[in-house]
Structures are given as C-alpha cells and as structure tokens.
C-alpha cells in the first residue's frame, strides 16, 4: 500500500489547525497535540517532495560526474607520464568507490572521438586499445603513451620494435587497419581409450 504523501500531509494539517483552534471553549483544542500533527504534516509534506529531490540531486551528481570524467580524461592523455599515472590512481580510486569511471569514460569517448582508449584522426576513430596493421602487414599497438602533441605512442609489436605518435605511423605506414586476431590452434580431441 502506498501512501499519498501530499494528501496525508493536507489531512495532519487540516488536523492540527483544528486542535490548534483558539477559541474559548474549543472542546477538542489541544495546543500540544496541534503541534505532534502539525510536525508530522510537515513530515509527509518533505516525502511528497522527495522524488523531485532525488532527481535534483541526481541531475546534481551527473553534472558532477561529467567534470570528473572531463578531467581523468584529459590526466590520462596527457604527455606527462606523472599525470597520466595519478590519472590511473584516480580512477583506480573511484572504481573501488563504485563509480563506474570506466563505464563513464568509454561514453565520453564514444560521444567526442577523443579519450585514452579512442582517438579520431584523419576522419577515422582509432581504437587504441586494438593491434593494427600497415601497408607492409607489420602489428602496431599503442603504448599507453601520449606525445606532447597529444598523438598516441605506437610501438611496432617486435622485440626492439619502432615507435612513433599515431600520426607518423599513418602517414609513413598507412594505411593502417585492424588486425585480426592471431588465429588459434586447433583444438584436437583425445581418442576414446581401447577400453
């Protein structure tokens, strides 16, 4: 059973006017009482009011949110390792305190083109966390690293492999393209025993 908060809290005050009457020789006037009513209209007129509330404090906490993500996003692709790395804590930090940084900053992403994970260059998303090929069939993958320019470090997949900012890589090697997954060996069944 749910209760109508709005309507509870007009009866309770409809009550306590009435026993807070102060005319002389009011059989039911009880200053004290009013006063007991009075609080708890007061009470379910606040529960009334508590899903606008709670919206207001949710639109509150995305706008919040979304500074957050702004600046964990620009930390964690920023030239300088020191701020990239406290960019890491950071949101190490937040995910143990239930906030889906991760999540939020894979939208954020998605919605700019641009974040630690994704970057748009030359009309085409990369995304970093993915190998990609050159013209010449060589694996590039991104180091984790941003130049000052704020291009992603690519580093050829190969003992002592190249690296360069993603740019670079495009107009030297490029195109490039996603590779496929290494294939995966066949699986072999074992033969049924003699038995």
């Not at 005050?13 to 006037?29: E, I, N, P, V």
Request: hydrophobic share 35%; aromatic share 6%.
């Amino acid at each position: 059973m749910t209760i109508d908060h709005a309507k509870e809290a007009s009866r309770l005050l409809s009550q306590a006017s009435y026993r807070a009457s102060d005319q002389s020789g009011a059989r039911f006037a009880d200053p004290e009482t009013a006063a007991i009513l009075a609080s708890m209209a007061q009470a379910h007129a606040t529960l009334a009011h508590l899903p606008q509330q709670q919206v207001d404090a949710q639109e509150q906490l995305h706008r919040l949110l979304s500074v957050v993500v702004e600046h964990a996003v620009k930390l964690a692709t920023h030239w300088q390792p020191e701020l990239r790395q406290a960019s890491g804590e950071f949101m190490r930090d937040l995910d143990g305190a239930g906030v889906e940084i991760d999540r939020l900053v894979d939208e954020r992403s998605e919605r700019t083109g641009h974040g630690p994970r994704l970057c748009d260059m030359f009309g085409k998303r990369y995304d970093l966390m993915k190998q990609w090929l050159d013209r010449n069939g060589k694996r590039w993958e991104h180091t984790g690293g941003w130049s000052d320019v704020g291009g992603p470090i690519m580093r050829r997949d190969e003992p002592n492999g190249d690296a360069m900012v993603l740019s670079e890589l495009i107009r030297e090697y490029g195109p490039i393209n996603t590779a496929a997954a290494p294939p995966m060996a066949p699986v072999v069944e074992p033969e049924d025993p003699p038995f």
